[in-house]
């Protein structure tokens, strides 16, 4: 029961020294304000004065006296009341600096132990092999994906092979052409011929075809592979002179 009633005793001593400080400007603003509403009347009343002065100066004198009389009075009150406004906006802007100070220094002190917390389980060391273990799998994951971006799937494809595949056939659809027209397509400037050589084609190719369907006699058969040995000589010593 005893601890409950510090406990309770101790909360509020504590919420009355940090309600001090507000309390403290709260009444000294409320004092100000009312200064301010008597330096304003005592302006006022001086006007006024004054006023009355000007106006009985010249007719009554002792009026005009009296009136200036008056006036030098609310002004020693003007005075007085105006070094107190000033004194009371000094007591308030420094309270309210000290205010300022203390909630800054308590928020400041909350950081500090915040950050002993946070760093009360690390050490260099530590921060140390950390960065060491990050470092150690950021290395393992560039080698991973090393590994599998270079890594071929499947069989290799020999390029040579292809190459040489690809110039087969197109050496077979030059022949398959030659034997379906009789003359090397004018397209293919490699293997294009002159004239004279696709006369020599055509007359070979039409012999051999008219051997084959039984209109040239049988002993016109050695003349032609003859003529046909001679055709292929010329035939090789052309393009050999192509090529040159």
């Known amino acids: 029961m005893a601890s409950m009633l510090s406990w309770i005793t101790g909360s509020s001593s504590s919420n009355k020294r940090k309600a001090a400080p507000k309390d ?30 000007r106006k009985n100066v010249s007719s009554n004198k002792t009026a005009a006296r009296a009136a200036l009389k008056r006036k030098k009075q609310h002004e020693h009150s003007l005075e007085q009341t105006t070094a107190q406004i000033a004194t009371l906006e000094q007591q308030i802007y420094s309270i309210e600096a000290a205010n300022i100070n203390q909630e800054t220094l308590k928020a ?6 915040a950050m002993k917390e946070i ?40 390029q040579d092979e ?17 034997l379906k027209t009789g003359s090397v397509p004018v397209a293919d400037s490699v293997h294009r011929l002159p004239a004279a050589v696709n006369t020599e084609v055509e ?15 049988a002993y016109a058969a050695p003349a032609v592979a003859a003529e046909d040995d001679d055709e292929e000589a010329e035939l090789a010593k052309l393009q050999a002179e192509m090529a040159m």
Request: net charge negative; hydrophobic share 40%.
């Open 162 to 178: 292809l190459e040489d595949e690809l110039a087969n056939m197109e050496q077979e659809a030059l022949d398959e052409k030659m």
């Open 108 to 113: 400041m002190q909350k950081a500090g132990k």
């Open 203 to 217: 007359l070979r190719s039409a012999r051999t075809t008219a051997q084959r369907a039984g209109k040239l006699p």
């Open 119 to 158: 760093h009360g389980g690390l050490t260099i060391d530590k921060v140390d092999e950390t960065m060491d273990q990050l470092r150690e799998q950021h290395a393992l994951g560039e080698e991973i994906a090393n590994a599998i971006t270079s890594a071929p799937i499947g069989e290799t494809i020999d």
């Open 24 to 53: 403290a400007i709260v009444a000294l603003r409320a004092h100000l304000e009312m200064l301010q509403k008597r330096e304003i009347h005592l302006q006022n009343q001086m006007d006024e004065q004054e006023a009355i002065a």
